[in-house]
């Protein structure tokens, strides 16, 4: 199951917090693909934002960040609004990339996701990201690297291709699920496509 | 517990039948207060579109026509894709209106979604609602008076005060919950009300 996913999105947040607190037998076989890209340029694209539609649109905005604090209450999360939303997430992703192939990857997930909206610190910030967990250093060098770069920006095209309009949003054998809510389906997803 | 909905709204039908498959003991103990409304205004106002988002933002309404498909398979509702989208809702609504306080609402309601989305009928047609069950004639005749009219502008004055940008929309104990997929979320507050 590949989890695409930006690290300003607060449902994203939620999302990789459920997947980790999920017992190893709710996973599916093939484990999670993680697949951090840009909402940015998708929401520009396709509506012609140039910020989140939390911030443009107001009245959305409010249900959104009651939504989340219910829903952390809720989920036994932790929860601090940010000061700075969205935060500026593309060095975070591009780490991300960076660790692609690296067993890290997972915690760096986590532990950028948490900085963001459980510790309200600036993920934008490589002194911030390197604190995160040991081992960064390499990773956080890399991610200005040209090839690094254009990991990012291949994954933000894959997204456009797979008919992404948000984050979080699952792909399991092909189909689409958008949104934390539908974490549970994705995962019957992939467990009906074993049998 | 209030559900909101408009009968355009295609997760508004997967949230009506939903709650008509609860069983007894899973509805909140003050019922469900059947809140008829138009997106359409709200949808203009704040985000100043002229259709539904669905079809403004295409990459959004693939996703959509695709999920509504598989939910309902899931769900084992029936499902038709209207040929026409949105249809337009603003009778129906009002017959809704006109039932406020008539023990056949329920049945209306989701005899209307059915109609809808699973017989593809233009449910526009004052012919159409009438054969949708016995009894409806009256109803339907006072539909266009002044008072019912009104009663409908009423309810989606209420829903922008209320901060709906959506349907269907639950609102329990003051709090707003937005999308089908949060149906069980405003059951269990509504549970935790009682107690």
Known sequence: ????????????????????ALPPEALPASGIEWKPFL???????QSGLRDSPFNVFP??????????????????FPWRKPGVFPRHSVL???????????????EFVRAAFLANFAE???????????SLL?????????????EVKAKLRENT??????????????????ELF???DRLDDALEWADDLKS
């Open 1 to 20: 199951m590949q989890l695409w996913f930006d690290f300003a999105s607060t449902y994203s947040y939620v999302a990789v917090l459920r997947v980790f």
């Open 39 to 45: 909402l940015g340029p998708l929401f520009n694209e």
């Open 59 to 76: 009245v959305r905005g409010r249900y959104m960040w009651r939504d989340l604090e219910r829903l952390c209450a809720k989920l036994g």
């Open 92 to 106: 975070a992703a591009r780490v991300a990339c960076a660790l692609e192939r690296d067993p890290l990857l997972p």
């Open 120 to 130: 309200d610190r600036d993920i934008s910030d490589p002194a911030v990201l390197a």
């Open 134 to 146: 040991p081992g960064l250093d390499e990773a956080i060098q890399r991610a200005t690297s040209p």
């Open 157 to 174: 095209d894959e997204a456009r291709r797979l008919g992404l309009f948000g984050a979080p949003s699952f792909i399991v054998g092909g």
């Open 178 to 180: 958008f949104g934390q």
